[in-house]
């Protein structure tokens, strides 16, 4: 099983960036899918989710500003996201989960998101 992450970059404050996510190796349409993002010294943290049938859902600071999507036709989840800061620079990860209680779970090794001026 492979996540992989792109769409990585550096931009300046209030750019934006979308990020992709192709997992291989799973059935993507079963799978919760989600992001989360680390910044340096920091633990990493939700950023969003969307279900099997498309619900998303965000972490507060996120909302209104990030959008997450999924197209099971090309195995794939976006992250959308508007109106970046620099508390936005982080490595954002790529998450998907099955079975009961999450106890399959998968993450990617990461894209870098850096926003400054």
């Known amino acids: 099983v492979q996540l992989v992450e792109s769409g990585g970059a550096s931009v300046q404050p209030g750019g934006t960036l979308r990020l992709s996510c192709a997992p291989s190796?799973?059935?993507?349409?079963?799978?919760?899918m989600g992001w989360f993002r680390q910044a340096p010294g920091n633990q990493r943290e939700w950023v969003a989710s969307i279900s099997t049938n498309g619900r998303s859902s965000y972490a507060e600071s996120m909302k209104g500003r990030f959008t997450i999507t999924r197209d099971n036709a090309k195995n794939t989840v976006y992250l959308q996201m508007n109106s970046l800061s620099p508390e936005d620079t982080a490595i954002y990860y790529c998450n998907a989960v099955h079975g009961l209680n999450g106890s399959i779970n998968y993450w990617g090794k990461g894209t870098l998101v850096t926003v400054s001026a």
């Open positions: 190796g799973i059935t993507f349409s079963i799978y919760h």
